[in-house]
Protein backbone atom coordinates (compact mmCIF):
# COMPACT_ATOMS: atom_id res chain seq x y z
CA UNK A 1 0.00 0.00 0.00
CA UNK A 2 1.61 3.14 -1.24
CA UNK A 3 1.42 5.58 1.66
CA UNK A 4 -1.29 8.58 0.50
CA UNK A 5 0.69 12.22 0.34
CA UNK A 6 -0.30 15.16 2.36
CA UNK A 7 -2.05 17.79 0.81
CA UNK A 8 -0.64 20.30 3.30
CA UNK A 9 3.29 18.97 2.53
CA UNK A 10 5.08 20.80 -0.19
CA UNK A 11 7.16 19.35 -2.43
CA UNK A 12 10.44 22.02 -2.29
CA UNK A 13 12.25 24.87 -4.10
CA UNK A 14 12.05 28.58 -3.11
CA UNK A 15 8.10 28.67 -2.31
CA UNK A 16 8.68 26.01 0.68
CA UNK A 17 11.66 28.06 1.95
CA UNK A 18 9.28 31.36 1.70
CA UNK A 19 6.30 28.96 3.08
CA UNK A 20 7.98 28.04 6.10
CA UNK A 21 9.85 31.35 6.78
CA UNK A 22 5.94 32.72 6.62
CA UNK A 23 5.03 29.89 9.08
CA UNK A 24 7.59 29.82 11.13
CA UNK A 25 7.60 33.72 11.66
CA UNK A 26 3.70 33.08 12.41
CA UNK A 27 4.77 30.91 15.26
CA UNK A 28 6.90 33.25 17.06
CA UNK A 29 4.00 36.30 16.77
CA UNK A 30 2.07 33.16 18.05
CA UNK A 31 4.19 32.83 21.07
CA UNK A 32 4.67 36.58 21.87
CA UNK A 33 1.10 37.07 22.05
CA UNK A 34 -0.60 34.09 23.57
CA UNK A 35 2.23 32.62 25.74
CA UNK A 36 2.83 34.32 28.93
CA UNK A 37 6.05 32.17 29.67
CA UNK A 38 7.49 32.74 26.21
CA UNK A 39 7.21 36.96 26.76
CA UNK A 40 9.08 36.12 30.23
CA UNK A 41 11.98 34.52 28.63
CA UNK A 42 12.35 36.37 25.82
CA UNK A 43 12.58 39.52 28.04
CA UNK A 44 15.19 37.31 30.14
CA UNK A 45 17.45 36.82 26.72
CA UNK A 46 16.95 40.31 25.58
CA UNK A 47 19.11 41.58 28.90
CA UNK A 48 21.28 37.80 29.18
CA UNK A 49 22.51 38.13 25.22
CA UNK A 50 24.14 41.39 25.41
CA UNK A 51 25.33 40.32 29.11
CA UNK A 52 26.83 37.27 27.72
CA UNK A 53 29.51 39.50 25.53
CA UNK A 54 30.27 41.24 28.83
CA UNK A 55 30.64 37.72 30.71
CA UNK A 56 32.48 35.61 28.42
CA UNK A 57 35.99 35.71 28.06
CA UNK A 58 36.11 33.96 25.08
CA UNK A 59 34.37 33.26 21.80
CA UNK A 60 33.52 29.96 23.30
CA UNK A 61 32.02 31.04 26.50
CA UNK A 62 29.94 34.01 24.92
CA UNK A 63 28.55 31.24 22.57
CA UNK A 64 27.47 28.96 25.44
CA UNK A 65 25.92 31.18 27.47
CA UNK A 66 23.65 32.90 23.97
CA UNK A 67 23.36 28.95 23.05
CA UNK A 68 21.79 27.87 26.76
CA UNK A 69 19.80 31.54 26.71
CA UNK A 70 18.66 30.27 22.94
CA UNK A 71 17.80 26.43 24.03
CA UNK A 72 15.66 28.01 26.85
CA UNK A 73 13.17 29.88 24.20
CA UNK A 74 13.25 26.41 21.30
CA UNK A 75 12.34 24.46 24.19
CA UNK A 76 10.02 26.28 25.18
CA UNK A 77 8.35 27.35 21.67
CA UNK A 78 8.08 23.22 22.07
CA UNK A 79 6.31 22.86 24.66
CA UNK A 80 3.65 25.58 24.00
CA UNK A 81 3.47 23.42 20.83
CA UNK A 82 2.80 20.92 23.16
CA UNK A 83 0.17 22.81 25.00
CA UNK A 84 -1.47 24.09 22.29
CA UNK A 85 -2.26 20.79 20.34
CA UNK A 86 -3.00 19.26 23.48
CA UNK A 87 -5.86 22.08 24.12
CA UNK A 88 -6.50 21.46 21.02
CA UNK A 89 -7.62 17.71 21.66
CA UNK A 90 -9.48 18.34 24.83
CA UNK A 91 -9.64 20.78 27.15
CA UNK A 92 -11.35 17.77 29.30
CA UNK A 93 -8.88 16.56 32.09
CA UNK A 94 -7.19 13.41 30.56
CA UNK A 95 -4.11 11.55 32.13
CA UNK A 96 -2.03 11.54 28.94
CA UNK A 97 -3.16 15.06 27.82
CA UNK A 98 -1.71 15.74 31.31
CA UNK A 99 1.33 13.93 31.13
CA UNK A 100 2.22 15.38 27.29
CA UNK A 101 2.04 19.05 29.27
CA UNK A 102 4.20 18.00 32.36
CA UNK A 103 6.85 16.55 29.82
CA UNK A 104 6.99 19.62 28.18
CA UNK A 105 7.36 21.84 31.65
CA UNK A 106 10.10 19.13 33.38
CA UNK A 107 11.80 20.00 29.59
CA UNK A 108 11.55 23.78 30.46
CA UNK A 109 12.50 23.06 33.73
CA UNK A 110 15.55 21.08 33.06
CA UNK A 111 17.01 23.95 30.15
CA UNK A 112 16.60 26.63 32.97
CA UNK A 113 18.43 24.83 35.17
CA UNK A 114 21.28 23.76 32.85
CA UNK A 115 21.30 27.48 31.73
CA UNK A 116 21.66 28.59 35.26
CA UNK A 117 24.46 25.94 35.89
CA UNK A 118 26.45 27.45 32.22
CA UNK A 119 25.82 31.31 33.27
CA UNK A 120 26.81 30.72 37.29
CA UNK A 121 29.94 28.93 36.06
CA UNK A 122 31.55 31.33 33.83
CA UNK A 123 30.61 33.77 36.24
CA UNK A 124 32.42 31.65 38.81
CA UNK A 125 35.63 30.50 36.50
CA UNK A 126 35.61 34.98 35.53
CA UNK A 127 35.32 36.61 38.99
CA UNK A 128 36.27 33.72 41.68
CA UNK A 129 38.80 31.34 40.35
CA UNK A 130 40.64 34.49 38.40
Known amino acids: MTP ?12 RIL ?16 EAAFRQELALAVLLIPAAFFLGRTTDEVFMLIASVVLVLVVELIN ?3 EALADALSVETHPLLGRAK ?12 FTGAVWVAVAVSRFVLS
Not at 19 to 27: D, F, I, M, V
Not at 102 to 113: C, P
Open 80 to 82: SAI
Open 19 to 34: NALRYSWQGLKAAVKY
Open 102 to 113: DLGSAAVMLMLI
Open 4 to 15: HPSPYKSTGGLR
